[in-house]
């Protein structure tokens, strides 16, 4: 049977996710900040994990406010803003420093610094959390699918937004990847004050 991934709707949740990834692995600071940038850039963790430091990082250590890539899944250019991710990829910069991680990639493999770490590796971060937490629905698209379903309510449900940034071409794919089935659909609308 096939694992569901969804997001991480409830903030306890995904601050109980984020302090486990940061302190619960010996690369904690690394997969904390591939999590927080697949949230904030809703990028799949396959082209995440393709980025090099000068992608992010000027000559000077200074972080890029944009950046740009070609989708790998779509071949689509993709334009990155990175502003709300600074401050952990200034934290993971000096971690990077002390720990002596010199690569090219922005996310390397701790046994290999010539690769980046692999979709496999992240996933067996997540399954890990999962285990951790007791929460069946964790995998490589968590991160993107929970900074979707984030903007998705703090933009006021603009689904167009959520498309675009998803790169889908219509509402139903975008509302079955925020894992907005009828029940979630009904407990928003319970909220409603209909007058």
């Known amino acids: 049977m096939e694992q569901k991934v969804l997001p991480i709707k409830d903030s306890n ?3 109980k996710a984020q302090q486990c990834l940061l302190e619960d692995f010996k690369a904690g600071r690394r997969n904390y900040t591939i999590f927080q940038v697949g949230k904030v850039t809703l990028l799949r963790v396959s082209d995440i994990l393709r980025l090099k430091r000068v992608d992010v990082f000027d ?6 406010q944009n950046t740009y890539l070609h989708d790998r899944k779509t071949g689509k250019a993709n334009r990155l803003y990175l502003k709300p991710v600074v401050g952990d990829l200034l934290a993971y910069q000096r971690w990077l420093e002390q720990e002596n991680i010199i690569s090219k990639w922005l996310f ?3 046994k290999h610094l010539d690769q980046h770490i692999t979709e496999k590796q992240f996933y067996k971060v ?3 959390v999962g285990d951790l937490l007791d929460l069946d629905y964790l995998g490589t698209h968590t991160m993107r699918k ?5 903007v998705y309510m703090q933009s006021n449900y603009n689904i167009g937004l959520i498309m675009h940034l998803l790169n889908h071409s219509s509402e139903a794919m975008t509302l079955a990847y925020l894992g907005l089935d009828q029940a979630s659909t009904e407990e928003m609308l319970d909220n409603i004050d209909f007058g």
Request: charged share 15%.
């Open 126 to 128: 997540m399954a890990k």
């Open 59 to 64: 000559e000077y250590g200074n972080v890029h």
């Open 13 to 15: 949740v995904l601050a």
């Open 146 to 150: 929970t900074g979707a379903y984030r």
């Open 108 to 110: 390397p493999s701790t």
